[in-house]
């Protein structure tokens, strides 16, 4: 059975003076799915993030959040989301565990900080300072910090940017796990192969608009000429090159 829907775009709009950053969107995304976001730079990845993590409000349209309107009944859905923002930092002179402990007792809840830390891979590095950390771990930290509440809904704005494939790979092995606990996960990315062996559905934005919305699987399906990989589906539809099937 479906698991219901608990982010759903009716028409979404969003403007910035002029600029139509997202145009008339409508899809909505189920509990429990790992929900990948894919498009050019300014496509509107960052922007619809936003949107979805209540931060912006649409200009027109309707968001709906875990049966609430975005925008009526924003008071009702704090604590239930968070998000890390594109090129988001920590205070470098923290321990990693002290990272986690502030943004706990932020939230006023108790949390075994050992059990993230541990969930995370992050015990080995509990106390040495952010500063000391690989790219790699400095995101699993954040990662670590943004469940810390458990909210039902994570939204991470290309959180692997910069990162070597292996800690490309760790990152989205922890993301399935996430997903496999029944949190709902959207990720805006480039990590093309890795989002087409982790994401339930992808959505393509170009220019604002979804040029697509499926499987992995059936988004490579489904191009014409019979494209092979994920890249081919990003030149097809977010790019609007179909000389890239088959790359
Ligand atoms: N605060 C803002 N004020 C005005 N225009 C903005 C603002 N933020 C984004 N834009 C514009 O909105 C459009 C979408 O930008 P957005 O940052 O959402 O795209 P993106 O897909 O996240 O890009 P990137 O991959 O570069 O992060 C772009 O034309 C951008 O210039």
Request: charged share 20%.
């Amino acid at each position: 059975m479906d698991m219901p829907a608990i982010i759903q775009l009716d028409t979404v709009s969003k403007l910035y003076g002029a600029n139509n950053a997202i145009k008339q969107l409508s899809f909505q995304v189920r509990q429990g799915e790992l929900f990948g976001i894919m498009g050019m730079n300014g496509a509107g990845k960052s922007t619809l993030l936003e949107l979805l993590s209540c931060n912006l409000q649409p200009d027109g349209g309707v968001l709906r959040l875990l049966g609430h309107d975005a925008v009526l009944e924003a008071d009702q859905l704090k604590g239930s989301m968070n998000k890390i923002p594109q090129g988001a930092s920590l205070v470098e002179r923290m321990t990693v565990r002290e990272a986690l402990e502030t943004f706990q007792s932020a939230y006023s809840r108790e949390h075994e900080i050992d059990t993230y830390l541990s969930r995370f891979g992050l015990l080995p590095y509990s106390d040495k300072l952010i500063r000391g950390l690989t790219g790699g771990l400095k995101q699993m930290t954040m990662l670590a910090i943004a469940i810390a509440h458990e909210p039902k809904l994570i939204f991470l704005d290309e959180p692997t940017t910069g990162l070597d494939a292996q800690a490309k790979r760790d990152y989205w092995a922890i993301l399935a796990a996430l997903r496999a606990e029944g949190k709902t996960i959207v990720i805006a990315s480039h990590d093309m192969s890795l989002m087409q062996a982790r994401c339930d559905r992808i959505l393509v934005l170009r220019k604002g608009r979804m040029a697509a919305c499926d499987s992995p699987g059936r988004l490579i399906e489904g191009l014409p000429g019979g494209g092979l990989t994920m890249e081919a589906v990003y030149m097809q539809y977010a790019v609007g090159e179909p000389g890239g099937v088959g790359v």
